[in-house]
């Protein structure tokens, strides 16, 4: 599947592990449960996490300067422990590698994606990109702080208020 990164559409060189086979050479992505696998494995291809929306960032906290990439997937896109989880792994954890967002995404969450750490988004097969790279310029304005280091729009002006 493609990745939109910046609102530009790229090729994907990363492969997901399959359930069952043995770990494929090269970039690779592993589920959480077969992290200690993706470790101890000797290749020289970067490897990366898939994290479901009920697992804990802080699973990955001794793991993570050995990480490339790490996946957090939307199981629904109204449940959103996937976009807490992007903003522990940049603020908490401090985590400088892509996180890229995968499963049931909309366009319109692009820009809070961005906000809060995403790096990616897998786009499923057969997606409009157009429609995703829309998104991404439409909203030129934020209010609420991010992991982007910005100045939210009237941030200044409410800071004098107080």
Not at 18 to 24: F, K, N, R, S, Y
Not at 42 to 66: F, H, I, K, M, Y
Not at 104 to 114: A, K, T, V
Request: charged letters at 25%.
């Amino acid at each position: 599947m493609p990745l939109l990164e910046n609102g530009q559409i790229k090729e994907d060189n990363w492969q997901v592990a399959i359930e069952g086979e043995a770990l494929p050479s090269g970039d690779v992505l592993v589920p959480l449960a077969r992290l200690s696998e993706g470790l101890g494995r000797n290749n020289d291809g970067r490897l990366g996490v898939v994290l479901n929306a009920e697992d804990s960032v802080e699973e990955l906290r001794s793991a993570l300067p050995r990480l490339s990439s790490i996946q957090v997937t939307f199981p629904i896109f109204r449940d959103g422990r996937p976009f807490t989880q992007a903003r522990a792994l940049r603020e908490h954890l401090h985590f400088e590698g892509e996180i890229r967002a995968g499963g049931h995404i909309l366009p319109d969450q692009y820009e809070f994606l961005l906000r809060c750490g995403v790096n990616s988004v897998v786009v499923p097969e057969g997606v409009d990109a157009a429609v995703w790279q829309k998104a991404h310029e439409t909203f030129s304005v934020a209010y609420q702080p991010s992991v982007l280091n910005e100045q939210p729009e009237g941030f200044a002006f409410r800071r004098k208020l107080l």
